[in-house]
Nanobody
Framework: LQLEESGGGLVQPGGSLRLSCVASGRSLEDYAIGWFRQAPGKEREGISCISSSGVTLTFVHSTKGRFSISRDNAKNTVYLQMNNLEPEDTATYYC?????????????????WGQGTLVTVFS
């Protein structure tokens, strides 16, 4: 399973971006997909996850109500809609896969990781 993120870029505070995680090599329907981010000088943190059945988990309290995760199995794609972006959201965003269910532990996302897409929120 190979994953590729896209949709990052430069945005002003209060703006929106939609990130895409496109899978190739296998169907995405049996996998849970998590979104993670790593800001400069900080450890990577989990943001959200969507299970193979569509159940979602939010890992980061600061993104709750602003970010939402969804999936389109027909397009083999998982999305992260990010609204009301803040400078603190500046980071490289990654998607990662694991079988079926979501967990909070990024070490369990063993089925594949993307290369990341950079999001910069600046005023």
């Amino acid at each position: 399973l190979q994953l590729e993120e896209s949709g990052g870029g430069l945005v002003q505070p209060g703006g929106s971006l939609r990130l895409s995680c496109v899978a190739s090599g296998r169907s995405l329907e049996d996998y849970a997909i998590g979104w993670f981010r790593q800001a400069p000088g900080k450890e990577r943190e989990g943001i959200s996850c969507i299970s193979s059945s569509g159940v979602t988990l939010t890992f980061v309290h600061s993104t709750k109500g602003r970010f939402s995760i969804s999936r389109d199995n027909a397009k083999n794609t998982v999305y992260l809609q990010m609204n009301n972006l803040e400078p603190e959201d500046t980071a490289t965003y990654y998607c990662a896969a694991r079988k079926t269910a979501c967990t909070f532990s990024e070490q369990t996302y063993l089925e594949g990781w993307g290369q990341g897409t950079l999001v910069t929120v600046f005023s």
